[in-house]
């Protein structure tokens, strides 16, 4: 089974500055995929990042980095020149092929990030 | 209407209560998905459909009956419930099939409270 273990359940990060999001995860797949979904308070889960386990390369969209470390199971997001609307809960999931065309996905427990101005 | 739309957004029912949630998507997806999110909790995982046939059913209580008519619609009939069933249930869709997974969309979630 996969487990994503977030141990932050909340961050803070002044506006403009930059703020790293912790997430590791367990899996004895050798092909998956990982996430970082957000949530903002209006409840509407939206992709931020995604990252293919085969792919050295780190992910990057726009202010939003990830840093893929697959020996250790690592998987952190950087926000960088953090907004105010970057406020929300942040979730990390991974996502393995479970047969045929059957994706499971799983969810950390979330971090709240706060953004102060 | 865009994206992947969920009616209601709030329900309080009693424990006698029977009643639907309702997810549609307009992406154009063949795989739509509900999940239960309670505080302080991974979101979980409840039922899967892919190509309206259900292909997961995470070990939820019969209390839950899902009804996937068609592969843009997707309902969660709810019967019995007890107050720990209250959570947001959010629905997502995707499409599945090829070598590439596609990412998930999700709705804004029903908020139900059980009385």
């Known amino acids: 089974a996969q487990t994503v273990t977030q141990s932050q359940p909340e961050m803070s990060v002044q506006e403009a500055e930059t703020v790293t999001l912790s997430c590791t995860y367990d899996?004895?797949?050798?092909?998956?995929?990982l996430f970082w979904y957000k949530q903002p308070p209006s409840r509407q889960m939206i992709l931020v990042i995604r990252?293919?386990?085969?792919?050295?390369q780190n992910a990057t969209e726009n202010r939003f980095s990830v840093n893929f470390q697959k020996a250790a199971k690592s998987f952190s997001l950087k926000i960088s020149d953090s907004q105010l609307g970057d406020a929300a809960m942040y979730f990390c999931?991974?996502?393995?092929?479970?047969?045929?065309?059957?994706?499971?996905?799983?969810f950390g427990k979330g971090t709240l990030l706060t953004v102060n101005p | 209407e865009t994206g992947v739309t969920q009616t209601p957004r709030h329900l309080v029912m009693g424990m006698t209560n029977k009643k639907s949630l309702k997810c549609e998507q307009h992406?154009?997806?063949?795989?739509m998905y509900w999940y239960k999110q309670s505080a302080k909790k991974p979101l979980e995982l409840m039922f899967v459909?892919?190509?309206?046939?259900?292909?997961e059913n995470n070990s939820v209580p019969s209390r839950f009956s899902p009804e996937c008519p068609n592969s843009s619609h997707l309902f969660l009939h709810l019967h019995t419930l007890q107050p720990e069933d209250s959570a947001l249930y959010l629905c997502?869709?995707?499409?599945?099939?090829?070598?590439?997974?596609?990412?998930?969309?999700f709705g804004p979630g029903t908020r139900l409270t059980v009385l």
């Open positions: 997502a869709s995707s499409q599945v099939g090829g070598a590439r997974y596609n990412e998930q969309f």
């Open positions: 899996t004895s797949e050798s092909d998956y995929y």
């Open positions: 990252q293919e386990a085969y792919k050295q």
């Open positions: 999931a991974s996502l393995f092929n479970s047969g045929g065309s059957n994706y499971k996905l799983t």
């Open positions: 992406l154009g997806h063949n795989a």
């Open positions: 459909y892919n190509f309206k046939e259900q292909t």
